[in-house]
């Protein structure tokens, strides 16, 4: 990979453009095929980047850059399995109205969590698949976090680098809008491979609903202090921290804060949970992950929750 210095956002130019070995230029509606390596700096912690770089709006609107078409994919983040509509051909790249070319290609998501987001572009005018992949890794100085995004792309056409880099900005521009937000932590506490899980028993919008448990973090704590106050309020009992599970998830609209997951596991010797403030709690075995009702907060997480207890289970993951 090549650094592309400190900060500065990858101007089309600064992307390191090879035709991969063994292949020779495609022709036909300006496809030449690019092998994209780049990386650039952001000053923000890394859960924080890897949820801008999931952004549907961001990333649908900027890399397919096609207002008319809404994407098939729902919610807020896109999730494995996402697909959207892609405009072929060059267009302004500034601008997520200006589709560009005629011919529509698909985008299709094939990971977005806090590892990154890795897409397929399926298009007759790209002569078949181009792949492109952002990778954001964390970079601690003392106490100072900032993150590396690395860029990767296989036959690319040449139009959908300008579009990259588009979209880069605007994803910057949303870190600094996400990162200052205040944080509700989530508890993901895994045990022989089952994750607990807690219904909502208030307001009347959520009642029912499952969550993890957790809440606001408080003025002057840590996020791994108020993991473990939170389950000491809500289930009685006592929990290691062990570290962060996912990308941050925005919450809805008016709430301004974010959910961040932290994994867990029981103190040794610590009380089995119970429900203090909720309607019920349930060990939740990895067939039934999907199949909850899960906050919808919680649902962009689940790909991420199912890694770790299928790490935990020692299990191979049937999905
Ligand atoms: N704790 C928790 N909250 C979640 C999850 N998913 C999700 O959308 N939320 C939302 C629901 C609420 O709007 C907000 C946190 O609310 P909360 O009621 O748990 O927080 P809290 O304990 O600090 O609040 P309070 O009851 O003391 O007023 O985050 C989750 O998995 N766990």
Not at 113 to 137: I, Y
């Amino acid at each position: 990979m090549t650094g592309a210095g400190s900060g500065g956002l990858p101007e089309p130019s600064v992307f390191r453009r090879v035709l991969a070995p063994g292949k020779s230029p495609r022709t036909g509606a300006g496809t030449i095929p690019v092998v994209l390596e780049s990386a650039f700096a952001v000053d923000a912690p890394v859960h924080v980047v890897a949820a801008a770089l999931r952004h549907t709006r961001t990333v649908t609107g900027f890399l397919g850059a096609t207002a008319e078409r809404a994407p098939e994919a729902v919610g807020e983040l896109l999730l494995a399995g996402d697909r959207f509509p892609v405009a072929v051909g060059a267009g302004d790249a500034a601008d997520p109205d200006d589709a560009g070319g005629e011919s529509v290609g698909v985008g299709t998501v094939l990971r977005a969590d806090e590892t990154g987001l890795r897409l397929r572009l399926d298009s007759p005018a790209v002569d078949g698949s181009a792949l492109l992949e952002f990778r954001p890794e964390e970079r601690t100085t003392g106490n100072r976090s900032r993150c590396e995004v690395h860029l990767a792309g296989d036959g690319l056409p040449e139009w959908l680098c300008g579009r990259v880099s588009a979209c880069l900005a605007a994803v910057r521009e949303l870190v600094s809008e996400w990162a200052p937000r205040p944080v509700v932590v989530g508890t993901a506490l895994v045990e022989d491979g089952m994750l607990l899980a807690q219904q909502r028993r208030y307001p009347a919008h959520h009642a029912g609903s499952w969550e993890l448990p957790g809440g606001r973090v408080e003025p002057g704590e840590g996020e791994p202090e108020a993991v473990v106050r939170e389950c000491r309020e809500e289930l009685a009992t006592e929990v290691v921290p062990l570290g962060r599970v996912g990308t941050d998830i925005p919450l809805s609209a008016g709430s301004g804060m974010s959910l961040r997951v932290w994994r867990a596991r029981l103190a040794a010797g610590a009380r089995p949970p119970v429900p203090v403030e909720h309607r019920a709690l349930r060990w939740i075995e990895l067939s039934q992950l999907v199949g909850l009702e899960w906050l919808e907060a919680d649902r962009l997480l689940l790909d991420s929750l199912r890694r770790i207890m299928v790490a935990e289970s020692g299990k191979h993951d049937p999905k």
